[in-house]
């Protein structure tokens, strides 16, 4: 009796894996369907991407395009001068929540933008990277819980709001920033900011290889700010507040905090961190 029970469940373990591979393996092929590729002659002047858990890229090129790599539907609508793109969870989809070991769920969408000033540009993704690149707007919110990098870039307004992971701004210009994180990183590279507030309510905010001036104000409540010139600063003044930490200054230009005219203002503090500058 003991043997045919072994017996039995043996061939059920069996066929019961034999069966979700079989299951699993045909579900990868049909989610593995859903891509979208579409090319626009117009001229828009604002545009609105919004995913679920697709990186978005949105980049430099000749002409409006979307290309969407993933398992999601993409719906696509324009009005007068306005492109919106938002993706849904596939319609054919049983369930929520990606339990297929073989399906690489990896979803990816990118626009691309001709080069001329977009008036806005509006960026959420629930859990998906987004990064922007060579890009010209005039107003910029982006929204998202974690990795936002923004490189080669010019933008006149920013706002960006995140819970939380990474920021990441390279060789960028941002005339007036609104840059708010709860946990997280702050990394800022060869970039000029004017009129810009960093707020991080946990971790460091790291700024390197600076233009020589920036309006900038930053704060953190629990970790470091530091501040690196790759140039000689010009007309700048430091407000350095560090609550339970230290402030130190090792830019060599600077004598008593300041640096010619204070046209420009380094305003930085922390509630349990350090404040450098280089």
Do not use: C
């Amino acid at each position: 009796m003991k043997k045919l029970f072994i017996s039995g469940l043996i061939i059920f373990i069996v066929f019961f894996i034999g069966g979700t591979i079989t299951w699993f393996a045909f579900d990868k092929a049909t989610y593995e369907k859903q891509n979208y590729y579409k090319t626009f002659s117009n001229n828009f002047s604002n545009v609105s991407v919004n995913t679920i858990g697709s990186e978005i890229n949105v980049i430099k090129g000749k002409k409006f395009k979307i290309d969407y790599k993933g398992d999601n539907d993409i719906f696509v609508s324009k009005k007068r001068n306005t492109l919106k793109v938002t993706e849904k969870r596939a319609t054919n989809r049983g369930y929520g929540l990606n339990f297929n070991p073989f399906h690489r769920n990896k979803k990816k969408l990118t626009l691309e933008v001709p080069d001329k000033k977009l008036k806005n540009l509006n960026v959420d993704s629930l859990i998906g990277d987004i990064h922007l690149k060579n890009l010209k707007v005039n107003n910029t919110t982006v929204i998202n819980h974690r990795l936002f990098s923004m490189d080669n870039s010019n933008l006149n307004n920013l706002n960006f709001g995140s819970s939380g992971r990474k920021a990441n701004i390279s060789d960028s210009t941002v005339q007036k920033g609104n840059i708010k994180m709860n946990l997280g990183k702050i990394l800022v590279n060869h970039s000029q900011l004017k009129d810009s507030i960093f707020l991080l309510n946990k971790g460091d905010i790291l700024m390197k290889n600076m233009k020589s001036s920036n309006d900038i104000k930053a704060s953190t409540k629990q970790g470091d700010i530091k501040y690196n010139f790759g140039e000689n600063p010009k007309d700048t003044l430091l407000k350095l507040h560090p609550g339970r930490g230290k402030k130190v200054v090792n830019n060599k230009y600077f004598k008593e905090g300041k640096v010619g005219k204070s046209n420009n203002i380094l305003e930085f503090y922390t509630v349990d961190g350090d404040i450098t500058v280089d």
